[in-house]
Nanobody
């Protein structure tokens, strides 16, 4: 079992910044990839960004060029999402995701991000 615990969500005004963190614990062999997804009310969950062990990064089109930065500290089993210039449409529950070497998917409990206009 792998546990993922997110932190860093909150309420911020448009144009503001937040940094999300996700710490993995439990039966960790290698988590690859790790990433962030989000789900707004009434919408399906969507990927925001993913990062592999080797550092390969992919961003969703919706956040490309918007000063969202994903990073990971493999020694600490932690993945981060720095979000700058937030917009009201970024309001959602943000979920941490990790896939183990055996192909099992794990999700965190989610952290609320609310951007006011």
């Amino acid at each position: 079992q792998v546990q993922l615990v997110e932190s860093g969500g909150g309420l911020v005004q448009a144009g503001g910044s937040l940094r999300l963190s996700c710490v993995a614990s439990g039966s960790i062999t290698s988590l690859n990839p790790m990433g962030w997804y989000r789900q707004a009310p009434g919408k399906p969950r969507e990927v925001v960004a993913t990062i592999t062990l080797a550092g390969e990064i992919n961003y969703a089109d919706s956040v490309k060029g918007r000063l969202f930065t994903i990073s990971r500290d493999n020694a600490k089993y932690t993945v981060y999402l720095q979000m700058n210039n937030l917009k009201p449409e970024d309001t959602a529950v943000y979920y941490c995701h990790a896939k183990t070497s055996s192909g099992t998917d794990y999700w965190g409990q989610g952290t609320q991000v609310t951007v006011s206009s």
